[in-house]
T-cell receptor, first 112, second 117 residues
Framework: KQEVTQIPAALSVPEGENLVLNCSFT??????LQWFRQDPGKGLTSLLL?????REQTSGRLNASLDKSSGRSTLYIAASQPGDSATYLC???????????FGQGTRLTINP | GAVVSQHPSWVICKSGTSVKIECRSL??????MFWYRQFPKQSLMLMAT?????????EQGVEKDKFLINHASLTLSTLTVTSAHPEDSSFYIC?????????????FGAGTRLSVL
């Protein structure tokens, strides 16, 4: 059974810092890994998607990496801003079942 | 990107009533849609897979008679919470996949917050 874990569960940093969020998964048989952002009481916004054959994806100040063999992904946020405050979820798409399995999320707070 | 619309965004109901939530893919067809439930400060848990023209597939522990799913067309899936009780209060989110390359990418609705009094 695929399990996805995110560390840390919560993170609070001053504005301007670079930070890394971690995601690990137990089964490497995945199609892709996706990072989402969720604001309180809202739905999900897709940030980055990495196909299983890829190593990383970048969008603006965000960079996500994938090491499928070790079952790890990181989301790097550069020059953090208060508007980055949200919960960040990673999810893997399981091969065969086409199901998304989510981690518990990291609640990020950027302090002005 | 593809758009998934979910309605209503927020509903309050009395205990014992039934509530229907709609999930629509606006610019693509989806033979499969997914329904998730999210408790406060927790992650999304897959409840069921909605299949167009056939029965939904429920995850272990999800009551089929409590959460009725209908996928009547290629763009619409509905989740009905029957005889709702306060413990059913939660955030419900749907998603619909569309093929991009070798695998699907799922697009999510904005979610429905259900409060049962």
């Amino acid at each position: 059974k695929q399990e996805v874990t995110q560390i840390p569960a919560a993170l609070s940093v001053p504005e301007g810092e670079n930070l890394v969020l971690n995601c690990s998964f137990t089964d490497s048989a995945i199609y892709n890994l996706q990072w989402f952002r969720q604001d309180p009481g809202k739905g999900l916004t897709s940030l980055l998607l990495i196909q299983s054959s890829q190593r990383e994806q970048t969008s603006g100040r965000l960079n996500a990496s994938l090491d499928k063999s070790s079952g790890r992904s990181t989301l790097y946020i550069a020059a953090s801003q208060p508007g980055d405050s949200a919960t960040y979820l990673c999810a893997v798409l399981i091969q065969g079942a086409q199901k998304l399995v989510f981690g518990q999320g990291t609640r990020l707070t950027i302090n002005p | 990107g593809a758009v998934v619309s979910q309605h209503p965004s927020w509903v309050i109901c009395k205990s014992g009533t039934s509530v229907k939530i709609e999930c629509r893919s606006l610019d693509f067809q989806a033979t499969t849609m997914f329904w998730y439930r999210q408790f406060p400060k927790q992650s999304l848990m897959l409840m069921a897979t909605s299949n167009e023209g056939s029965k939904a597939t429920y995850e272990q522990g999800v009551e089929k008679d409590k959460f009725l799913i209908n996928h009547a067309s290629l763009t619409l899936s509905t989740l009905t919470v029957t005889s709702a009780h306060p413990e059913d209060s939660s955030f419900y989110i749907c998603s619909a996949p569309t093929l991009r390359g070798v695998a699907d990418i799922q697009y999510f609705g904005a979610g429905t917050r259900l409060s049962v009094l």
